[in-house]
């Protein structure tokens, strides 16, 4: 398809576990950002790429999170040691006007 | 004081009314404004781009106010299908964007 494809769509897991979370960005797309967005809350950033420049990594909550893109294309998240408060549905998007968003990953820590 | 910052709401409107939201952003070398729509669990979409000299879109009007860092967005005669979070978008440094909580709509009958 055209549009920002994340996986998985869903992801239940046991507290203190790794979870990694992708993004396949449109074609094309240099701008890669990822925002998460709890329960009645609003989109929160983690971090955005840019390019070849380093990445914006000022909205990452703490040192478990980490993300990487290979290639200038697809993205990793990564959180380590989930916590339940890491409950929330992760959206990536591509480019900045309009921003493509995908479907998002609902990330559920039991 | 956030970036940017929105009434949460929520606004409860008749349908037909007309509303309006307002938000504020801290950064004066702000270059970017727009408007998002998000409909409950679903993803944000593009509503429209705020320009400095204002622009219509059917029923919407978006204004931007650079001396008071501001940004508008009016509905004329809101239809129940308006009701969503409408989000505040403003661009930083490096063409960043930084999204508002979302100011939530709904338009009853």
């Known amino acids: 398809g055209a549009g920002v494809s994340q996986s998985p769509s869903n992801k239940v897991t046991e507290k203190g576990k790794d979870v990694e979370l992708r993004c396949d960005p449109i074609?094309?797309?240099?701008?890669l950002y990822w925002y998460r967005q709890s329960l009645g809350q609003g989109l929160e950033f983690l971090i955005y790429f840019q390019g070849n420049s380093a990445p914006d990594k000022s909205g990452l909550p703490s040192d478990r999170f980490s993300a990487e893109r290979t290639g200038g294309s697809v993205s990793t998240l990564t959180i380590q040691r989930t916590q339940q408060e890491d409950s929330a549905v992760y959206l990536c998007?591509?480019?900045?006007?309009?921003?493509?968003f995908g479907d998002g990953t609902r990330l559920s820590i039991l | 004081r956030k970036e940017v910052e929105q009434d949460p709401g929520p606004f409860n409107v008749p349908e037909g009314a007309t509303v309006a939201f307002n938000c504020t952003y801290s950064n004066s070398a702000s270059q970017s404004f727009f408007w998002y729509r998000q409909d409950c669990r679903k993803e944000p979409k593009l509503l429209m781009s705020v320009y400095s000299s204002g622009n219509e879109d059917g029923r919407f009007t978006a204004q931007l106010n650079r001396a008071s860092q501001y940004i508008s967005l009016l509905i004329r005669d809101s239809k129940l299908s308006d009701s969503a979070t409408y989000l505040c978008v403003v661009t930083g440094g490096g063409n960043k964007l930084t999204f508002g909580t979302g100011t939530q709509l709904k338009v009853e009958l």
């Open positions: 998007a591509s480019s900045w006007e309009p921003q493509h």
């Open positions: 074609s094309g797309h240099t701008a």
